[in-house]
């Protein structure tokens, strides 16, 4: 989640004098599969304060893709901001290209939100998201699957034990992966 805010302004004399802002939230998430070669690329909107003319604008998004694959589907039609606490949604799906036993790519995919307004020149935000890494060499696979490369899937909880950590229970306690809550054993 990321906040965005759309600023309306006129210049005169070489004075610049807002003339409204729009303040957002910005979730936007990927996803993908071991066994799939589609990445779905996903964008909420939500105005949750704003004043002047930034309230009469809508936004719109184009979905781009670099890297080994092809964009299947993309939508983020035109939407206006108002009225508050509203969301403006976007999706986006891309194939990969490297279908070939032994292919290896990656996708990087960004949606440009583009803020239209009147008179107002347009104005673009760019959002990009994790690079996917897409293959069809993964031993004991026939199908191509895509992931984020950098992403660990969480180890096996384990619990082990070698004096009483609770003292008054004489239990251990054993803690879930990347926690540093306690978890009864």
């Not at 302004?9 to 936007?28: E, F, M, P, S």
């Not at 779905?40 to 184009?62: C, F, P, R, T």
């Not at 950098?150 to 082990?160: F, I, K, L, N, Q």
């Amino acid at each position: 989640m990321s906040a965005l805010t759309y600023t309306t302004y006129v210049t005169r004399n070489g004075v610049d004098t807002v003339t409204g802002k729009a303040d957002l939230l910005a979730i936007d998430y990927s996803y993908g599969n071991t066994g799939i070669g589609t990445i779905g690329h996903q964008i909420e909107l939500s105005m949750y304060q704003g004043w002047g003319d930034a309230l009469k604008a809508s936004v719109n998004g184009q979905a781009t893709m670099s890297g080994s694959c092809t964009r299947e589907s993309a939508s983020f039609p035109a939407q206006t901001l108002a009225p508050m606490n509203s969301w403006k949604t976007g999706e986006s799906f891309f194939d990969t290209t490297a279908t070939n036993p032994g292919d290896i790519g990656t996708c990087r995919t960004t949606w440009y939100l583009t803020f239209t307004n009147g008179t107002y020149e347009p104005a673009v935000a760019p959002y990009s998201l994790n690079e996917f890494r897409c293959d069809n060499a993964t031993a004991g696979r026939a199908s191509v699957g895509c992931v984020v490369p950098w992403y660990a899937s969480a180890p096996p909880r384990e619990a082990s034990c070698r004096s009483p950590s609770r003292p008054s229970t004489g239990r251990c306690r054993r803690r879930g992966p990347r926690s540093n809550v306690a978890l009864p054993v």
